[in-house]
């Protein structure tokens, strides 16, 4: 007799074909990529998300075949790098700023999956994606279509060093340490810290430091004769940006390069290109310039710069196979403009945007069902807002330069953005959620609510 989880190779269940879901494999979790992760899983679901550049109304129409979405990440979690500033300098920030996937809300899906590792080599003609578990074990997912958000490789402590939350916990905690010799305000009296590189994050850990901890003595050491000397923005912007430093306390030593020896008694001798020397207590060193991590990618996707380059619609410009159904957002891809959060959270919208429509226009069954067309992104002129302190510096074409502390408390707020930035993308915390309904009141009155518009800072 046949055992009864055996199925009739006659019966008409037998010849039933049920579709495989559309896979979709998205490669970095950051600000674009996890802008295309909620976007993808909203459409999905049937909702229609307001979306910042015009593009098509799929007015709620859900893929017949399912999206199976599957990121592979190398942290296990969502950092802010914007707030590094402050989760690197105050304790009280540093658990806030990385949220583990596992415990937020809306990324408990099943249709998504969070792989930890780091991917080692894409073939576009076979649609795989080659990586390094944990454990450093090879492993291979295979994909329909494919978003690149791996962002720039930054350094310590720009970003994280470690690739879990427990690891940045540690790691954080003891640079914090470093910088305030101890746990005591006591300690910090005559201490001295020093940032060599004046790029928008040694402005901002100088003057967060200065701010933080009034008492420690910060010096800025920059090898040119402005701040932000590598962004595309006007004299007038960087030179405000210097007067704010120096007001936050922040002493500033420009056109002169700095070497560091390390000595005997735990503190630094810093020898400046003119012949003066200081000692520090601590030295952070932000003069890495990020490069594009994209050495897993096909030559022929890159520019000179290593950097993926891409159509208006954020697909691959290249003639490499599977073009088309290849994306890149973020800090990784050839665009104009100054690389900001922002910018790469609406280009994971308009990929996630994209990406749904081929699906729906893949699944097309006659030429009368609707063909949707993509959202295409204009070029972006330079825009930065920059922390200095407790004060903030904004600047783009249309609005001009403005600073201050109601700037700061505009833009900001008192996180850096990152507030701000979790309501844009919908995102809660499962301890947030839990604690909400332990508090909820036994009855509601329901009344009429405005909707809040919420920028999406940096």
Known sequence: MRPPETLDPLSSLATLSIPAPHRILIVGCAYGGISAVVNLLEYAQG?????????????GLKSKNGIDITVIDERDGYFHSVGTPLAHVVPRHTSTMWKRFSRLNELRHPSLHFKHGSVKRIDPEAKVAEWLDRNGTLQHQAYDYVIMATGLKRHWPAVPKGGSYEEYMQDSKAFISKIVGGNTTKLQEGRKVVVIGAGAVGIEFASEIKNCYPSISVTLIHSRQQVLSSEPLPEEVKNKVKSLLEEEGVELILGNRASVKQLPNGKSEITIANGDKLTADFV??????????????????????????????LSFASDIAS??????VGDVIAWSGIKRAGSAMVMGQAAATNVYASILNAERTSEEDERYEH????????????????????????????WGVEVMKSYFQDDLGWASNLKWLGLTDVEEVEEVIMKRPEKVQVSEVGVETVSVAA
């Open 284 to 313: 952070i060193d932000s003069t890495t310039k990020g490069s594009p991590t994209t050495a897993f990618l096909p030559d022929a996707c890159l520019n000179a710069d290593k950097e993926i380059k891409v159509h208006p619609n």
């Open 375 to 402: 959202v295409e992104l204009p070029s972006w002129p330079a825009v930065i807002g920059i922390a200095v302190g407790k004060q903030c510096l904004t600047y783009d074409e249309a609005s001009g330069m403005k």
């Open 323 to 328: 073009a088309a159904s290849s994306f890149g």
């Open 47 to 59: 909702k229609a998300k307001q979306i910042v550049y015009p593009g098509p109304d799929f007015k």
